[in-house]
């Protein structure tokens, strides 16, 4: 948020918006003048009303739907269909304009249609921040709508509750919070009133609670800083609308290349004008002739059919778990050659599971993952595990310290009628179920065993939490969980086994710090155990209690662990040249190692572990410092919204295609920004999913590495149809210049060329949607984003089709008229002719490099329906009269269509060894 100054009729110039945590209490009371016994009274409520206004985000502007959908024909392309639709009007030629009219219209529709689901990220936040609020007014609790907030209210909190606005820390309890939406932190937070530093980073203030966080334990009052557009949310509204969401690759490339073709086409079609005024032909006939060159050599299929196509990809990346909310994403996609991925519900379970146990001094290690509680735990040095029945006997140890875990515990461990598992409370404590769970000890039972007397609850200023019950044998044990640092304060003695007897011995410090210090370097979220038996018939207790004279049991090591998938999707997604950066709000330690194990790749330390840059270094560092680290550095750590898409845009100064996944609020801006946002379905948030382009239904990194290989799938398949219809276009366009220059009849009326264009790019074009992946379709690296949409090869072979076409279509135009045949019945041998070429060349583009045999004659049966259409619609167009008078054809004989036949195999035949020449100097490269 940028810094500025409160303004008020009151003294508040010491105070700067975001440094809160950085001032007293007592100062902050002075600042907002307010009485903390008795709150802010009505006159002073509306007087800062009317200064600050409702504790509401401000919406954006939106453009009208009208306007939307009038944008959707700002392309080069249309404005050529346009304006040719117009002139074919203004000539009579109805049917030529219906058509060309009906396709701007038909993908202008589609285009609005998805456009129209579009961001609505500010909405999403708007409803994010609707709720209750109790404050203290007048000296009494009154609950009121939370956008009656005012800075200097004083709020109370309770477990549950929603945070209503930025909120300074006066009293806690026990508070914890769960931040995840917007800092990324993957377990609650504990709350406490001190004063921090000045560089705290937003993720580690302590002594702030921020609107669209909840508290999830314990209870507090504090004072409210910040409303509305003013809190760290609004700063993100406002990042939100003002960052600038880039073109696509697919987009730019067709912008260009619609540009070129229409400099190209005007230009030709002008000269061609031109040329015919000055060899004094009459200017209605030059005329009509230019506008039959521009209809030639405009591709109409080409918006309609790629907007198809796109949608075609839509649905099948939806069976791969990939909801896309804008059609350029498919493509983008495959053009990707970064991944930014958050680490908590994407690379990981989001489900916190211990995976290591020290009792005694015996490490044991934890099989299975999440709250499932499936697995077992073993012994490092034996191959004995829970399995066995006696596993607990033999380690009284181990099952001491699973005990303290379930029954010092508030969380619930529970299974719904689908068989999944869940956990109510706090996500640490569920690891503890859980892990005692796998060597069969349930809350249940131990309850019944243990029953609990009294309980401390946690503290964040004790940092630990202990329970009192009564054993089997009638005794009381206390039984504590905590931080190390508290427990360690307090223990005496501890387990240890010696000689293969676990006894207890003095308490050694630094025993301990080494075990948990081993727990602790393998990113595990260390958490201590022990006990005290109490003399006596007890039934409640107090923090004196344990204050000295614990044994130290053990220590759980805990971890949001990676999905077991996830490493095998990162793995391809780097042999297809894709790099893959782990973008997180979570701690460094944890972040890489979660990294190590999924192998990422970027730099490293020295001790060969991956270096994580944390958010506190990013923001000492300059952006060109940031763009050359962003460039090697694989794992960023404890990051703010604004340094997520820093980061984003530092990678795209290298001309990197980034596609951005996240959750929570803090993840929205940089979503926006990237080149693909991707959100997660189940853990997102409305903001997020409202601000990316595609929606994880399963939020698994791997629906990513599918979602990049159906992209790349799409991409090549529409290039296969760009391949495929431009030869079709340009040689229509030099039929017609031609006959121009040489005062002859036209071969094609423009009726045909509109027939000849929409019809083959609907049922044969499109077909090509349907191609399936190709084998190397994840091997190869990702496309230059400044590489052109036809690389010289394609070109080449574009002019190399498109003059072949030109010369059968030209010669059997004339050889007809030279045998007698009508103009009619010539036009319709040419437009035969094409159609046939285009049709066999069909199966030359199913592959643009390898001969057809290397996908599959019968890999694509949609290429057969199509054929059989085309050829349907051809034999119609062509027999039936009432089609002869629409579309000005004549019946074809038998020889006729046989000799269309011949050259367009001709024509196959020589795409083919071009081909296979081609592929053969390739490979010589590449083994030279």
């Known amino acids: 948020m940028t810094p500025h100054t409160i303004r008020s009729a009151y003294d508040t110039s010491s105070v700067i918006s975001g440094t809160f945590h950085t001032q007293s209490i007592e100062e902050l009371y002075a600042a907002f003048a307010v009485d903390p016994a008795l709150g802010l009274n009505h006159h002073e409520v509306e ?48 049917i030529d304009a219906s058509v060309i009219f009906a396709v701007v219209l038909v993908n202008s529709l589609i285009g609005f249609l998805q456009e129209n689901k579009a961001i609505q990220a500010i909405d999403a936040l ?182 198809i196509m796109l949608a075609i990809g839509v649905h099948a990346m939806a069976q791969r778990n990939a909801i896309i909310r804008k059609l350029p994403a498919v493509e983008t996609l495959g053009s990707v050659t970064v991944v930014c991925s958050d680490k908590t519900g994407t690379l990981t379970e989001n489900q916190m599971t211990v995976q290591q146990v020290n009792a005694a001094g015996i490490v044991f290690t934890v099989s299975g993952l999440g709250y499932t509680p499936q697995g077992h735990i073993t012994r490092a040095s034996s ?105 360690s304060e307090r223990c005496s003695t501890m387990l240890r086994e010696i000689d293969g007897v676990v006894q207890e011995i003095p308490f050694d410090r630094d025993t301990v710090a080494t075990d948990t210090e081993q727990l602790a370097s393998q990113g595990l979220r260390t958490l201590a155990f022990a006990r005290k038996r109490v003399a006596g018939d007890i039934l409640e207790i107090s923090h004196r209690d344990v204050l000295s004279g614990l044994t130290f049991v053990g220590i759980q090591g805990m971890i949001d662990p990676p999905r077991e998938e996830v490493k095998g999707a990162i793995q391809q997604c780097h042999e297809a040249g894709i790099s893959v950066k782990m973008i997180t709000g979570d701690h460094a330690t944890t972040a890489s190692v979660i990294a190590r194990q999924i192998g990422l790749r970027g730099a490293t330390r020295q001790d060969n572990s991956l270096l994580a840059i944390t958010g506190a270094e990013i923001a000492r560092m300059s952006e060109e410092e940031l763009f050359e680290q962003a460039r090697h550095v694989a794992v960023f750590a404890r990051v703010s919204p604004e340094q997520k898409l820093r980061i984003v845009e530092a990678l795209q100064h290298h001309n990197h295609i980034v596609a951005m996944t996240g959750d929570g609020v803090n993840d929205a801006p940089a979503l926006r920004k990237a080149d693909v946002g991707i959100a997660m379905g189940i853990s997102g948030t409305d903001v997020a999913k409202d601000a990316a382009d595609i929606v994880l239904a399963d939020d698994n990194f791997v629906s990513i590495e599918a979602a990049i290989e159906e992209g790349r799938t799409v991409f090549g398949n529409l290039m296969k149809f760009i391949v495929w219809t431009i030869p079709t276009n340009l040689g229509e366009g030099m039929i017609v210049f031609l006959s121009i220059m040489l005062m002859s009849s036209l071969p094609m009326l423009p009726i045909h060329v509109l027939w000849i264009n929409m019809s083959t790019a609907l049922c044969l074009g499109l077909m090509l949607a349907f191609e399936p992946k190709e084998p190397d379709v994840m091997k190869r690296p990702p496309r230059r984003p400044d590489k052109p949409l036809l690389t010289l090869p394609l070109v080449m072979r574009t002019l190399f089709v498109g003059t072949m076409m030109f010369a059968a279509g030209y010669g059997i135009f004339h050889w007809h008229l030279q045998h007698g045949s009508s103009e009619a019945l010539a036009r319709t041998a040419t437009m035969t002719v094409f159609i046939l070429i285009e049709t066999l060349y069909l199966f030359n583009c199913r592959s643009l490099v390898y001969p057809l045999q290397h996908v599959g004659y019968w890999s694509n049966r949609w290429i057969f329906v199509g054929v059989g259409m085309m050829l349907l619609l051809q034999t119609i167009i062509i027999h039936v009269p009432l089609m002869n008078r629409l579309f000005h054809t004549q019946p074809l004989s038998l020889q006729d269509w046989l000799i269309a036949l011949a050259i367009s195999c001709v024509v196959y035949g020589a795409v083919a060894v071009e081909k296979r020449l081609r592929l053969r100097a390739m490979h010589r490269r590449h083994s030279s």
Request: glycine content about 6%.
């Open 47 to 94: 007087k800062r009303r009317a200064q600050y206004g409702y504790n509401i985000l401000t919406p954006p502007k939106r453009q009208p739907a009208w306007f939307r959908f009038l944008v959707q024909f700002h392309q080069p392309l249309v404005y050529i269909l346009l304006a040719s639709a117009a002139i074919t009007v203004a000539l009579g030629e109805w």
């Open 126 to 307: 708007l409803h994010s921040m609707k709720t209750t609020a109790t404050v203290r007014r007048h000296g009494e609790k009154v609950l009121i709508d939370a956008i009656d907030l005012v800075p200097g209210d004083i709020v109370l909190l309770a477990s549950g509750d929603k945070v209503p606005a930025d909120i300074r820390i006066i009293h806690a309890r026990d508070v914890q919070a769960d931040e995840s939406a917007l800092t990324g932190e993957s377990v609650p937070v504990a709350k406490s009133p001190h004063v921090l530093p000045n560089d705290t980073p937003l993720a580690d203030r302590t002594n702030m609670l921020y609107a669209s966080s909840s508290v999830t334990y314990g209870s507090c009052t504090g004072l409210v800083v910040a409303t509305g557009n003013a809190t760290e949310v609004g700063a993100i509204s406002h990042m939100l609308t003002t960052t600038t969401k880039i073109e696509t690759p697919l987009t730019r490339k067709l912008k260009s290349f619609s540009s070129a073709l229409l400099y190209v086409i005007v230009s030709v079609a002008t000269l061609t004008f031109a040329l015919g005024i000055w060899q004094g032909r009459p200017a209605l006939d030059m005329f009509l002739a230019a506008v039959s060159l521009m209809v030639g050599m405009i591709p109409e299929g080409l918006p309609a059919t790629i907007t």
């Open 383 to 487: 191959s004995a595990s829970s399995l066995d029945s006696s596993f607990l006997a033999q380690h009284q140890a181990l099952e001491e310290v699973l005990r303290i875990g379930v029954l010092c515990n508030d969380s619930i461990l529970t299974e719904d009628t689908q068989g999944r598992w869940s956990i109510k409370g706090d996500p640490t404590e569920g690891a503890l179920l859980v892990v005692a769970h796998k060597a069969s000890m349930t809350r249940l039972h131990m309850e019944e065993q243990f029953p609990r007397l009294d309980t401390i609850p946690f503290e964040s200023a004790y940092q630990y939490m202990a329970t009192l019950h009564r054993a089997p044998s009638g005794e009381c044990v206390i039984y504590v969980k905590g931080s190390l640092e508290a427990l």
